[in-house]
T-cell receptor, first 112, second 114 residues
């Protein structure tokens, strides 16, 4: 069965610091998509960044970047210069067979 | 461009009743998927529709059903509600008929079963 594991239930950092959220997954597919979504208290699920498995280059979106290690099946998210608005639940997800398979989430708290 | 719209936003139902939730995707999107989010089970896939066809279904009992209309709007129905059905139900839409490049989510419907 395909699974996604996020081993950090909660993390807390000071504003402007850098934080890395971990994610590992299991799949037998060779080509696939991975995503990081953010869910603030408003509950709206917002796409942070996505990675196509066949691309070796790590995806970046402004302050957000990933470290994608295909062989290790690891997909971590790095947030640089963290801001108060980054406080949210972060979910790692793997797309397969028309569905997103989700990790349990990491609650990220940015302290002023 | 309007986002994904889910109605209603909040709902309180009694055990044994049935409920219908609605999702209007972003204009032009033909794929709609549904997820249930609970503190205990996290995010779980319910079903996905593309052009009125269900392409995949999650591991939920037959009390959970859905459909998609020709205008891509989708509804999900839960019959004989149980306390454990209390959850946030999220709908997502995308334009891609194949690989998902990005899914846009609605704000969800918070269902409480009492």
């Amino acid at each position: 069965a395909q699974t996604v594991t996020q081993s950090q239930p909660e993390m807390s950092v000071q504003e402007a610091e850098t934080v890395t959220l971990s994610c590992t997954y299991d799949t037998s597919e060779n080509n696939y998509y991975l995503f990081w979504y953010k869910q603030p208290p408003s509950r709206q699920m917002i796409l942070v960044i996505r990675q196509e498995a066949y691309k070796q280059q790590n995806a970046t979106e402004n302050r957000f970047s990933v470290n994608f290690q295909k062989a290790a099946k690891s997909f971590s998210l790095k947030i640089s210069d963290s801001q108060l608005g980054d406080t949210a639940m972060y979910f790692c997800a793997h797309y397969s067979n028309y569905q997103l398979i989700w990790g349990a989430g990491t609650k990220l708290i940015i302290k002023p | 461009k309007a986002g994904v719209t889910q109605t209603p936003r909040y709902l309180i139902k009694t055990r044994g009743q049935q409920v219908t939730l609605s999702c209007s995707p972003i204009s032009g999107h033909r794929s709609v998927s549904w997820y249930q989010q609970t503190p205990g089970q996290g995010l779980q896939f319910l079903f996905e529709y593309f052009s009125e066809t269900q392409r995949n279904k999650g591991n939920f009992p037959g009390r959970f059903s859905g459909r998609q209309f020709s205008n891509s709007r989708s509804e999900m129905n839960v019959s004989t509600l149980e306390l454990g059905d209390s959850a946030l139900y999220l709908c997502a839409s995308s334009w891609s008929p194949g690989e998902l490049t990005e899914a846009f989510f609605g704000q969800g419907t918070r269902l409480t079963v009492v």
